[in-house]
């Protein structure tokens, strides 16, 4: 993935490459994309975004069971 302007601005604000930023507010800090966004000063979209360039894993929203089963 090509480095934008921005995206040297967050490593250089965080001292850390953007993998390990996100890795640490999404996976170990469990943050949802929103508030990755809002920490970070970008739209949920373009950390959505740089998450599918890199190859990392998102969560995904689950309806429970039971409602599932009363759409169908």
Not at 21 to 46: A, F, M, W
Request: a positive charge.
């Amino acid at each position: 993935m090509r480095k934008t302007s921005l995206i040297k601005q967050i490593e250089a604000r965080y001292k850390k490459d953007l993998p390990d930023i996100l890795r640490q507010l999404y996976v170990e800090e469990k943050y949802n994309l929103r508030q990755c966004g809002e920490i970070l000063g970008v739209h949920p979209s373009t950390v959505y975004y740089w998450m599918l360039k890199l190859g990392m894993p998102t969560r995904q929203f689950m309806l429970p069971e039971e409602v599932k089963e009363e759409a169908n």
